[in-house]
Nanobody
Framework: IQLVESGGGMVQPGGSLRISCAAS????????MSWVRQAPGAGTEWVSS????????YYPDSVKGRFTISRDNAKNTLYLQMNSLKPEDTALYYC??????????????????????WGQGTQVTVSS
């Protein structure tokens, strides 16, 4: 089981970036997925989640309206489109597999979903 993030880099404030996560070793289309980030010297912060089919997405207020999570089950790939980036978005971004069936559990985004597999992360730096 492997999750490999890519696409990170340095971008100016107000800019955009799309990061990706390639999944292998498990049936990607059977799992909800999340993005989580960790800024230097800080704890982890949940960024977004998406259900199995991609029709339901969830965000905290800190990124809602700026970030968009999506997935391509045919390519076993998860994406995070980040727009209007701010210096406080600087962090190591991880993709993670959600450990329960979000649809069967009627997940509504009111809590951070538990995850059981994480990638190695991709660095996003927002700076002028």
């Amino acid at each position: 089981i492997q999750l490999v993030e890519s696409g990170g880099g340095m971008v100016q404030p107000g800019g955009s970036l799309r990061i990706s996560c390639a999944a292998s070793g498990f049936t990607f289309s059977n799992y909800g997925m999340s993005w989580v980030r960790q800024a230097p010297g800080a704890g982890t912060e949940w960024v977004s989640s998406i259900n199995i089919g991609g029709g339901k997405t969830y965000y905290p207020d800190s990124v809602k309206g700026r970030f968009t999570i999506s997935r391509d089950n045919a390519k076993n790939t998860l994406y995070l489109q980040m727009n209007s980036l701010k210096p406080e978005d600087t962090a190591l971004y991880y993709c993670a597999r959600v450990s329960f069936d979000m649809d069967k559990m009627n997940y509504d985004g009111s809590y951070i979903p538990l995850t059981d597999v994480w990638g190695q992360g991709t660095q996003v730096t927002v700076s002028s």
